[in-house]
C-alpha cells in the first residue's frame, strides 16, 4: 500500500511530491506529464520568488527538470473518484485501475468554468464526468459532450463509438474532426434539466436552426481537466466553493489534505507550492 497519491501535477502537487520524495516516502502523483495547461500558456510570471519574468513555458520546463531529477515519475491517469474507507482510500482511475494508498493529497486545482445548472444535482443520473466508466450506459443512446480542453478529445471519439447521437458543445477553439454522428454546437449551455434523470439540454438561444433550443438527450458528459473536489472525493466538506482546510491543509477526512487553487485564493503559484509543502510535511506526521 502507498504511503500517499497526489492527485494534480500542478505547482502544488509537484511541491508535494518534491518532499514527500525527500522524506523517503513511497508514493503515486497522478495528472499530465506536461503539467499543468494554465502555466504552460502563461506569458511570464512576474512575481515567483527568484524567477524574474520567467514564461510559462520556461517554468514548466524547470519544473519537469526537477522531476526528472528526483526520479519522480507523473502517472498519466486521471483520477475518477477518490474513497475514503476505514484506514484507507481507494483512488479509481478512468483507465479502470485502481490504487490504495494511507493518505490523500488533493492539488487538482480549480476550473476556470463553472458548472452548469443541474449539473451536480444530475450527477448519476444522467450526468458524468468519466467516458470510460458510464460511456457504456449509453450505448445506442443521444447524449451531450460539454468540452472544455482539446486534449480530451479522445474521450469524445470513445463516446461517438458507443452513442448513436452526440451533440458536441465544445468550449475551446480548432476542434479537431469528428466521427460522422457527431454535431457540433456553438453555444453555452444554460441548464440540465430533467425529473428524475437528464432528459435535456437546455441552451440560452437555439445552437442551430434545426437545433431547438431545449435539446433532448438522455445523458450530458462533462469533460474538464478539473473535477470539483467535492464531486471528486464523496463526503469532503467545501466552504465558498472551495475545500475547507485548516492552517495544516488537513480536510474534514483523516488522512486527506488539500493544497493549490483549489483550497482558494489567492490562485497564485507561491502559495500553490507553499501549500504542496506543509501538505507532505503533515502526511509524514499523520502518518507516524
Same mark, same amino acid.
Given at each position: 500500500m502507498l504511503d500517499c497519491i497526489i492527485v494534480g501535477s500542478g505547482p502544488a502537487g509537484i511541491s508535494a511530491a518534491l518532499t514527500l520524495k525527500a522524506n523517503g516516502k513511497n508514493f503515486m502523483i497522478f495528472g499530465s506529464?506536461? %503539467?499543468?495547461?494554465?502555466?504552460?500558456?502563461?506569458?511570464?510570471? =512576474?512575481?515567483y520568488p527568484g524567477l524574474s519574468n520567467?514564461?510559462?513555458?520556461?517554468?514548466?520546463?524547470?519544473?519537469?527538470?526537477?522531476?526528472?531529477?528526483?526520479?519522480?515519475?507523473?502517472?498519466?491517469?486521471?483520477?475518477?473518484g477518490v474513497y475514503a474507507l476505514k484506514e484507507k482510500f481507494s483512488v479509481l482511475t478512468q483507465e479502470n485501475n485502481a490504487y490504495e494508498s494511507k493518505t490523500v493529497i488533493l492539488a487538482c486545482g480549480v476550473e476556470s468554468i463553472k458548472p452548469i445548472d443541474g449539473e451536480e444535482a444530475?450527477?448519476?443520473?444522467?450526468?458524468?464526468?468519466?467516458?470510460?466508466?458510464?460511456?457504456?450506459?449509453y450505448k445506442g443512446k443521444t447524449i451531450a459532450v460539454v468540452c472544455t480542453t482539446k486534449r480530451l478529445e479522445h474521450e469524445i471519439v470513445y463516446?461517438?463509438? %458507443?452513442?448513436?447521437?452526440?451533440?458536441?458543445?465544445?468550449?475551446?477553439?480548432?476542434?479537431?474532426?469528428?466521427?460522422?454522428?457527431?454535431? %457540433?454546437?456553438?453555444?453555452?449551455?444554460?441548464?440540465?434539466?430533467?425529473?428524475?434523470?437528464?432528459?435535456?439540454?437546455?441552451?440560452?438561444?437555439?445552437p442551430a436552426e434545426?437545433?431547438?433550443?431545449?435539446?433532448?438527450?438522455?445523458g450530458v458528459f462533462a469533460l =474538464?481537466?478539473?473535477?470539483?473536489?467535492?464531486?471528486?472525493?464523496?463526503?469532503?466538506?467545501?466552504?465558498?466553493?472551495?475545500?475547507?482546510?485548516d492552517k495544516n491543509t488537513a480536510t474534514n477526512l483523516k488522512g486527506c489534505f488539500a493544497a493549490g487553487?483549489?483550497?482558494? =485564493?489567492?490562485?497564485?503559484?507561491?502559495?500553490?507550492?507553499?501549500?504542496?509543502?506543509?501538505?507532505?510535511?503533515?502526511?509524514?506526521e499523520f502518518l507516524k
Open positions: 506529464p506536461d %503539467l499543468s495547461e494554465k502555466i504552460s500558456k502563461a506569458e511570464l510570471i =512576474r512575481n520567467v514564461t510559462g513555458e520556461g517554468f514548466s520546463a524547470a519544473l519537469k527538470a526537477q522531476l526528472a531529477e528526483a526520479k519522480i515519475e507523473i502517472k498519466n491517469e486521471k483520477v475518477a444530475f450527477l448519476g443520473r444522467g450526468v458524468s464526468y468519466c467516458a470510460t466508466c458510464d460511456g457504456f450506459l463516446l461517438a463509438d %458507443l452513442a448513436e447521437k452526440v451533440y458536441l458543445v465544445a468550449l475551446y477553439k480548432d476542434v479537431a474532426p469528428m466521427p460522422k454522428n457527431v454535431t %457540433l454546437l456553438k453555444k453555452i449551455p444554460k441548464q440540465i434539466a430533467g425529473e428524475r434523470r437528464v432528459e435535456r439540454l437546455v441552451f440560452a438561444a437555439p434545426n437545433i431547438p433550443a431545449d435539446l433532448p438527450v438522455d =474538464r481537466e478539473c473535477i470539483a473536489p467535492t464531486v471528486l472525493v464523496g463526503g469532503l466538506e467545501a466552504e465558498n466553493g472551495h475545500v475547507k482546510t487553487d483549489c483550497t482558494g =485564493r489567492p490562485y497564485q503559484y507561491a502559495k500553490a507550492v507553499g501549500e504542496g509543502n506543509i501538505a507532505a510535511h503533515s502526511v509524514v
